[in-house]
């Protein structure tokens, strides 16, 4: 069965720094993966999408690579902020634009 | 992006009782409509798939006669959850996808069954 591991349930970081998120997938092939950010009570709120054929996506501070021999995606945040404080979520599509998600990493942002 | 609202946003319940969601897609058409349950410091788990006009879709393990779900239109799809027992108590989500493969996910609603 499918399996989606990000690296840690829980990661913190000084304000300015660099956070990395991993997501390591076993047992598919997606033909593309996403990011998603969660605040406390809400829904996922969509960041980025990276196809298979695509190596790197940017999008102001988050930058996201795709590695499917490695079958791991990683995400990127530059010049962090307390304001990124949240659940990240990586999801793979499964077909018929199903997402399978990951458990997410709780960001938190030191000031 | 666009916009998904969901209603109630939380709702407590008599176990035994029915409970009806509402996910609406704002200011586009949702061709294919998500329903997620998530319980807490756990992820979204797929529930089940409805299309417009069809049969929803049901993930394994998702009962479909507990789980009933009704897509009658572009914008509007419901859940509605059919005998709650506090086991039922969770997180549902939906989501409504774009033309570009992105999902716009509703705000969720918070289900209580005492």
């Known amino acids: 069965s499918q399996k989606i591991e990000q690296n840690s349930e829980a990661l913190n970081i000084q304000e300015g720094k660099t956070a990395t998120l991993t997501c390591n997938y076993t047992n598919y092939s997606p033909a593309y993966l996403q990011w998603y950010r969660q605040d406390p009570g809400r829904g996922p709120v969509f960041l980025l999408l990276?196809?298979?054929?695509?190596k790197e996506k940017r999008k102001e501070r988050l930058k996201v690579t795709f590695d499917t021999t490695l079958k791991q995606s990683l995400f990127h945040i530059t010049a962090s902020q307390p304001a990124d404080s949240a659940t990240y979520l990586c999801?793979?599509?499964?077909?018929?634009?199903?997402?399978?998600f990951g458990t997410g990493t709780r960001l938190t942002v030191i000031p | 992006g666009a916009v998904v609202s969901q209603h109630p946003s939380r709702v407590i319940c008599k176990s035994g009782t029915s409970v009806k969601i509402e996910c609406r897609s704002l200011d586009f058409q949702a061709t294919t409509m998500f329903w997620y349950r998530q319980f807490p410091k756990k992820s979204l788990m797929l529930m089940a798939t409805?299309?417009?006009?069809?049969?929803?879709?049901?993930e394994q393990g998702v009962e479909k006669d507990k789980f009933l779900i009704n897509h009658a239109s572009l914008t509007l799809s419901t859940l509605t959850v059919t005998s709650a027992h506090p086991e039922d108590s969770s997180f549902y989500i939906c989501?409504?996808?774009?033309?570009?493969?992105?999902?716009?996910f509703g705000p969720g609603t918070r289900l209580t069954v005492l």
């Open positions: 990276i196809r298979e054929n695509e």
């Open positions: 999801a793979l599509e499964t077909g018929a634009n199903n997402l399978f």
């Open positions: 409805s299309n417009e006009g069809s049969k929803a879709t049901y």
């Open positions: 989501s409504g996808d774009s033309v570009h493969n992105e999902q716009f």
